[in-house]
């Protein structure tokens, strides 16, 4: 996750960045549309949508049977330590690089995490201090144990937080190379703007033989809609595709970059900030999670 300013929709282009408009009816983004933005990609490094789908007239339904589950957590009991190892779950990320204007707590009995009734609930929460807390789960430890897979599909059932300041998101990560590493955001919310969350293709380079790239998809909402009720935040990913999906449904689509042809481990949290102001943030904030679980593709 990177923690950075957003300014509103018109003004983000001031920075570089490329706007690309949906059509009025919501239809696919037609093809000088998609060619303008992968020039815009490949002048800048940082490409935004909102709404594509790259041609596809309808969205599609994903269809699971051919899959098989690799990774499930029902989120009956929480395995989770502050660093590992031997446990499921870390409560930072592996490479120590914390984010956001909440820090992320070691775990307590009851504290950022609790467990009841199959839901994992991460809540954030201001000390006497007025410093915030709040809660991030890793499948991975520093040292690389633990669960990642490459290929698949990935999926978390949860219910947002409302309010202005927090910044949930369900993500993957592959940090095993020496010249890129690879972040998909499948779903980040900024709770100022809830109308909408967005879905990020990030590159991070490392070495010189890396490079840096942004691919920005703008997921709208019905307003509210996405802390009323639990949803669907999935993400497939293949040699020549990565596609989103909320509820099971395609929402947009791009081309998979080579670095993202490698294992992922997956995060999830409740992080608040990424620039926006926090003084309005409700104390304390809950995100609700149902589950958490990978697919892969049954051997034919």
Not at 58 to 67: F, G, K
Not at 86 to 98: Q, S, Y
Not at 147 to 154: E, H, K, T
Not at 248 to 262: A, I, K, L, Q, Y
């Amino acid at each position: 996750m990177s923690q950075r300013l957003y300014l509103s929709i018109e003004e983000r282009r001031l920075d570089g960045m490329i706007r690309l408009l949906p059509l009025a009816n919501g239809a696919t983004i037609r093809a000088a549309v998609i060619i303008a933005g992968f020039c815009a990609l490949a002048a800048t490094g940082i490409a935004i949508f909102r709404g594509s789908s790259f041609g596809q007239e309808t969205p599609s339904v994903l269809n699971l049977s051919d899959y098989e589950i690799t990774f499930d957590e029902p989120f009956d009991k929480l395995d989770v330590s502050a660093w590992g190892p031997n446990t499921r779950w870390i409560a930072h990320t592996p490479w120590n690089g914390d984010f956001g204007d909440a820090a992320f707590a070691n775990p307590t009995p009851d504290f950022p995490f609790s467990v009841a009734n199959g839901i994992l609930r991460i809540e954030a929460r201001r000390d006497a201090q007025g410093k915030w807390h709040s809660g991030l789960l890793a499948s991975t430890d520093h040292y690389g144990h633990g669960f990642s897979q490459q290929f698949g599909y990935f999926e978390m059932r949860a219910k947002l937080p409302p309010g202005p300041g927090l910044w949930p998101a369900f993500w993957l990560v592959g940090n095993r190379d020496p010249d890129s590493s690879a972040e998909l955001d499948v779903m980040e919310y900024y709770g100022g703007f809830p109308d909408m969350y967005e879905s990020v293709v990030h590159l991070w380079k490392i070495s010189d033989r890396g490079r840096n790239l942004t691919v920005l998809q703008r997921h709208p909402v019905t307003r509210d809609s996405l802390w009323k009720d639990f949803h669907l935040y999935g993400a497939s990913i293949d040699p020549d595709w990565i596609i989103f999906y909320l509820d099971r449904t395609e929402v947009s689509r791009t081309p998979t970059p080579p670095e993202f042809r490698r294992p992922l481990f997956i995060l999830l949290n409740l992080a608040m900030g990424a620039g926006w102001p926090i003084d309005k943030t409700p104390n304390p904030s809950v995100m609700e999670v149902d589950y958490v679980r990978a697919f892969r593709k049954k051997d034919k």
